[in-house]
């Protein structure tokens, strides 16, 4: 019985290698990839980076410009982020096993927060760009959609661990639905809420420079720019900025995170 | 009488039946212990009474009250009247203890002033002075969390006091507690019954505190009443019929008692 059973997991587990292998040979002789030059490239990509992509001093009078556009998205990241969480954690309380109001409710709440999460931020900004053009606007919602879809899915997670117990107690006593919400969903989610949008904000300022280059606005602009105008060192320095700014933020946020919980 | 219930019966699904035909009343004042295996239906009963879980069919007259009949709004004062206690506390853990007492007070309020959590100053003192008799004084500002098992189920009991009820529905109050603080809260409630004047109406497990503590017993098994009346004319007969093949242990107990 148990030899038939590592038997199986052996066979198994030899099957879902044999088909990766596979797959990946497929793909590569679909994409005309050169193995060996995808390799070999490496080290040159590393010499030339050593070379020309690091800053030097007249990039560094580029660095108020810079620091100004950083500042132009965290703003917008933070502000995407905040208020995509308050349509989030609606559409989670709404869309919650513990707090939805019916299973229709569910379903249409759960569903559109599915297609917002599955459509990625950059494509946000593609599709968004038609709307708006390239301004701050675009940026701005490519950021708000791709993190509502997001926070919705982990504020719905977050309220369905949470144990009803509390829910119950509250309903006995005869507390109205939003009381119970206020009183006992909330203050009890609240450091998973927190949480998660810290961490919307630290990846909204990543895909940010991302958002910049398609929209035109922010830090990623400011790459582009310097980048296309085959100004390396200076877009070096953009790139040691945002990094700097994500690190200092990652750790504000852990420090919260410490905190709170 | 104070409530009423008349062939209550509870279906879930296709082919569980929790509850059959259930039929008593209990007057008020009265200490009513509910007792049964697991899987009796106990839960399930008390729960239909402030229709937390919704009777299939039957009659349940609270207070003067159709429980059953009721809308919402008739329900909501139904329920502020019932005050409930849980084997788990459920108490919001990361709120304070006087925060969760105040929560009972939540069936008085509009949804503004529950959503915002106003309470009235006469509110906060009453919620002091209830935690003072269940002996919790120090512990008022400290967080739920932090309190033991006993403390727990007495801010859950502050919390149902506050409510001013006329009845405490227990389900399974002292299941998670050991038998210090399962003696403390077993005399509060007999105490909050006698002197209060509160109906007590709790399900429990451990067949020797329902004899000492009731006024009246009412054995549950498969969903049907199969006992209702008096602790001193439960014979081990009837224990038998109430908790079918689980009696073996529970003999021992009650040997006990005889001889005490
Ligand atoms: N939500 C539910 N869905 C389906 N069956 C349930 C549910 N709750 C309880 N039951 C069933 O109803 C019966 C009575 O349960 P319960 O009232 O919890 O009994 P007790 O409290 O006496 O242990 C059990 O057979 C249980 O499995
Ligand atoms: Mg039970």
């Known amino acids: 019985m148990q030899g038939d059973l590592f038997a199986k997991k052996r066979r198994d587990s030899l099957v879902f290698f044999a088909l990766l292998i596979a797959i990946t040979c497929v793909s590569i002789v679909i994409t005309k990839y050169d193995v060996e030059k995808g390799f070999t490239s490496i080290p040159k990509a590393i010499s030339w980076a050593f070379s020309n992509f690091y800053p030097n001093e007249k990039s560094l009078e580029k660095l108020p410009d810079i620091l100004l556009k950083l500042k132009e998205t965290v703003l917008i990241s933070v502000a995407a982020a905040s208020v995509a969480s308050l349509f989030a954690l609606l559409f989670a309380i709404f869309g919650s096993e513990t707090t ?25 900004a ?7 053009g390239q301004s701050a606007l675009t940026g701005y919602f490519a950021l708000f959609f791709g993190s509502f879809g997001f926070l919705t899915r982990a504020f719905t997670e977050a309220i369905d661990e949470i144990s009803s117990s509390s829910v119950e107690a509250l309903q006995a ?27 919307m904000i630290e990846t909204n300022i990543r895909s940010a420079t991302l958002v910049g280059i398609l929209t035109g606005t922010g830090i990623g602009f400011a790459f582009n720019l310097y980048y296309k105008n085959l100004n390396y060192h200076t877009a070096s320095l953009v790139v040691i900025v945002v990094v700097v700014a994500i690190m200092i933020i990652e750790n504000l946020s852990n420090y919260i995170r410490r905190v709170i919980l | 009488m104070l409530l009423e219930l ?3 019966s509870k279906q879930y699904g296709m082919n569980t039946k929790a509850l059959s035909d259930i039929d008593f009343s209990v007057k008020e004042g009265e200490f009513v212990s509910i007792i049964g295996p697991s899987g009796a239906g106990k839960s399930t009963l ?13 009659e349940i007259i609270f207070d003067g009250a159709n429980v059953l009949g009721s809308n919402k709004k008739e329900l909501k004062m139904i329920r502020r009247k019932i005050g409930m206690i849980f084997q788990h506390y459920n108490l919001v853990n990361r ?12 069936g008085y309020k509009s949804t503004i002033a529950g959503v915002l959590g106003l309470y009235q100053e006469e509110e906060k003192e009453q ?14 500002y400290k967080r739920a969390d932090q309190l033991s098992g006993g403390q727990k189920q007495r801010v859950g009991i502050a919390r149902a006091l506050i409510q001013s009820p006329k009845m405490l529905l227990c389900d399974e109050p002292i299941a998670s507690l050991d038998p210090n603080a399962s003696k403390i809260i077993m005399d509060h409630l007999r105490s909050i019954s006698t002197k ?6 709790i399900n429990l497990h451990q067949v020797e505190v329902a004899l000492k503590y009731s006024d009246r017993i009412i054995g549950v098994n498969q969903g049907r009443v199969v006992y209702n009346g008096s602790p001193d004319d439960l014979t081990e007969e009837q224990i038998h019929n109430i908790y079918g093949s689980e009696v073996g242990e529970l003999i021992l107990d009650l040997g006990g008692k005889h001889a005490g």
């Not at chain 1, 919400?181 to 961490?199: A, D, G």
């Not at chain 2, 209060?196 to 109406?201: A, F």
Request: charged share 15%.
């Open chain 2, 127 to 140: 919620a002091v002075k209830l935690l003072q008799i269940l002996g919790l004084e120090d512990q008022i």
């Open chain 2, 6 to 8: 008349r062939q209550v």
């Open chain 2, 46 to 58: 008390l729960r239909c009474i402030n229709r937390m879980i919704e009777a299939s069919n039957g």
């Open chain 2, 95 to 106: 709120l304070s203890v006087i925060e969760n007492v105040l929560h009972g007070r939540l």
């Open chain 1, 126 to 132: 593609m599709i968004l760009l038609f709307s708006f």
């Open chain 1, 173 to 199: 006593t005869g507390a109205s639905y939003f009381a119970i919400i206020f009183q006992s969903v909330i203050p009890t989610c609240l450091p998973q809420i927190i949480s998660w949008v810290l961490f």
């Open chain 1, 100 to 124: 939805g109001i019916n299973g229709f409710m569910r379903k249409i709440t759960r569903g559109i927060a599915t297609l917002f999460r599955n459509i990625d931020v950059s494509a946000w």
């Open chain 2, 196 to 201: 209060m004047g509160i109906t007590i109406l």
